[in-house]
């Protein structure tokens, strides 16, 4: 018994304690021996032999208990130590993480106009023919259909051309006026150059009150303030265009910020860029919801088109790339 105890408390790691263990405890032990000499003994005899071997065989147990703990405590001293890396040989500056620009331009235009009051509604990517195009005034024969390039699911279900449709579905939740939304969000048309990608992010706005409140001058103030918001103290201009869902229609100009209006490559000489359509809402697109006796204005840019302008950014295409020379400028 006590040649056992000294080599417990001479082992000097697990697997040494765990052969002492066995060579005690296990179904060959020495304690495991002396029980079975139980067999040839009877009465107080027994009793009392088997008394002391099973106190033997605790104070064994807890002592093979104590010691373990002792060498697991050193094991991992040990390996802690064998482990350890000194941290004063990196001197690798930290690199962090920053949004990339598209949806920094995104949040930056939500931004504008959550503080106007405006809500921010979302909708489905993949939309059906009449919310993307018949309730904005684009029958199935209307020539300006060709101009969004559709990709067409089965059926009549498409990936969404603009963000429009929200608008669409906004209105028949609303049920009435007053509406105040923009609907950001990820738009598909079948083209690509450096300008287009088959991918790419829209924000729409549309107002509706009842009656005549709203008219073009209220737009026209709108987006003049939003753009100088956007890209400083620049001249902002309205051209006439056309789109199927708004009467008048107009395309809005802000003075190129390469030049200052001076005329460069850029602007093609002009002195000016294309940021943005709006226009009126058309009456046929009130009536495809059923509303009656409102006025509206709607709106539309490209987010990829305000990220390039804002960062110098020539190639719509390198924002997709992942090259991490571009992006990591925008820390």
């Known amino acids: 018994m006590q040649s056992i105890i000294d080599k417990i408390k001479a082992a000097v790691n697990l697997e040494e304690l765990d052969k002492i263990r066995v060579e005690a405890l296990g179904k060959k032990g020495e304690i495991t021996a002396e029980f ?23 104070e064994i147990t807890a002592l093979i208990a104590e010691k373990k703990a002792v060498l697991e405590a050193e094991f991992v001293r040990e390996k802690m130590r064998r482990d350890a890396v000194d941290i004063s040989l990196f001197d690798e500056p930290l690199s962090t993480g920053a949004l990339h620009p598209v949806m920094a331009t995104m949040d930056k235009i939500v931004d504008y106009f959550v ?21 904005l005034n684009l029958p199935p024969y209307h020539p300006a259909r060709t101009m969004q390039d559709t990709f067409y699911l089965s059926g009549e279900r498409l990936l969404r051309t603009h963000t429009s449709g929200v608008q669409i579905r906004a209105m028949e939740k609303a049920g009435k006026p007053p509406i105040r939304m923009i609907a950001p969000g990820t738009v598909f048309r079948r083209d690509f150059d450096i300008t287009h990608t088959p991918m790419f992010h829209q924000v729409e706005g549309l107002v509706v009150e009842e009656g005549d409140g709203v008219s073009f001058s ?29 009467e008048p229609s107009t395309e809005v100009d802000i003075s190129c910020i390469f030049c200052h209006g001076e005329g460069c490559r850029v602007c093609k000489q002009t002195g000016w860029l294309e940021v943005l359509g709006a226009g009126v809402v058309d009456p046929n697109v009130f009536k495809a919801v059923g509303f009656e ?16 302008l804002l960062h110098r950014i020539p190639d719509l295409r390198s924002l997709f790339e992942g090259d991490i020379r571009l992006l990591e400028q925008f820390k």
Do not use: C, W
Request: proline share 3%; glycine share 6%.
């Open 293 to 308: 006796n409102v006025s509206g204005y709607a709106f539309g840019l490209g987010v990829e088109r305000f990220a390039m």
């Open 218 to 246: 209220n737009l026209k103030d709108m987006l003049e303030n939003f753009l100088k918001y956007m890209f400083g103290d620049v001249r902002v201009r309205f051209r006439p265009s056309f789109f199927p869902f708004t």
């Open 115 to 135: 503080a106007q009051n405006f809500s921010v509604e979302s909708g489905p990517l993949i939309e059906d023919d009449f919310h993307n195009f018949e309730a």
């Open 36 to 58: 079975a000499k139980l067999k040839d003994l009877a009465g107080e005899a027994k009793k009392e032999f088997a008394d002391k071997l099973n106190k033997k065989k605790d």
